[in-house]
């Protein structure tokens, strides 16, 4: 069967998403990518070319995306698409303590929510019902390290990945009716404007009162810090996952991680009780007198 040239991308404006949208656009194809400003759509149509095709919408916004996957129904019909790449987040970091539930809500809305709604919204243009027209499509989760090994300070971040990854693994089981593959990417620190969103020096502060103040000043510090400088650039893992995109027999989970022994293996080696000494120790977490 032909495989559709069709791809959405969720979170096209910046970051992976914005490198995702050039290296398929490179690679010929068309390249429907979910921003939330029209000023975004201006700029992205204008540096990526008459491939890229801005849609406008926010992953929270479910009318929004049904909408959008409306519209797209009738503008490619029968060619589908080939893939979607779940690409939209955000991280909220803070101690659970300290955090509000709106904070959990916010990110559980984006990062879950917001990715089952599109998953859904989408799926029939991926092949996800009776005859249909060309090959089945591909979904990518891009989901983190964090999907995996849960840092403090994290929470909510790390709460939505393990979710990410939960969800994914029952949908690709389900998806094998129609054909469709289900893939997980699981970054580790990456140089993207994430972390100037939601876990940045402001973390810092907003918990300057809290009995973890030291602890999350050491984290933002030492941590976060340090993955921004030693992190891949975010092109550097759009090609990777590019790759992985086009392979014929994909694995189910990839984990594109910088310092690969450091940041993957080893936190996955030790027993848990030792990670926690090691963590308490480095982050000043232990019991105090």
């Not at 979910?34 to 009318?63: C, I, M, W």
Request: charge should be positive; charged fraction near 25%; glycine fraction near 10%.
């Amino acid at each position: 069967m032909i495989k559709s040239k069709n791809i959405l991308i969720t979170g096209a404006s910046t970051g992976i998403g914005y490198d995702l949208a050039k290296v398929f656009v490179e690679h010929g194809y068309s390249v429907y990518g979910s921003v939330r400003k029209q000023a975004d759509a201006e700029r992205l149509s204008q540096d990526l070319g008459e491939n890229f095709k801005p849609v406008l919408f926010d992953v929270t916004d479910h009318a929004a995306v049904d909408k959008a996957a409306e519209k797209l129904t009738k503008e490619i019909g029968e060619e589908g698409f080939g893939g979607l790449i779940n690409n939209a987040g955000i991280a909220i970091g803070g101690p659970m303590l300290d955090l509000t539930m709106e904070d959990y809500r916010q990110q559980f809305e984006v990062n879950v929510l917001g990715l089952i709604k599109v998953t859904k919204a989408f799926l029939p243009l991926l092949g996800a019902r009776v005859n249909h027209g060309v090959a089945p499509g591909r979904i990518v989760q891009v989901s983190s390290v964090a999907g995996k090994i849960g840092m403090p300070f994290m929470s909510p971040y790390v709460g939505s990945k393990h979710a990410v990854e939960g969800l994914s693994e029952s949908l690709r089981r389900e998806l094998q009716l129609f054909g469709i593959k289900v893939i997980v990417i699981g970054p580790g620190p990456i140089k993207t404007p994430i972390w100037n969103k939601g876990v940045s020096e402001e973390t810092s502060e907003r918990f300057k009162d809290s009995p973890y103040a030291e602890s999350v000043h050491i984290f933002q510090n030492s941590f976060v810090k340090d993955a921004i400088q030693k992190g891949w650039t975010s092109e550097k893992a759009a090609r990777i996952i590019f790759n992985v995109f086009e392979k014929t027999n994909p694995k189910f989970r990839y984990a594109l991680v910088p310092q690969r022994f450091k940041n993957w293996v080893l936190p996955r080696l030790l027993p848990s009780k030792a990670l926690d000494k090691f963590v308490g120790k480095n982050l000043k977490l232990r019991p105090r007198k």
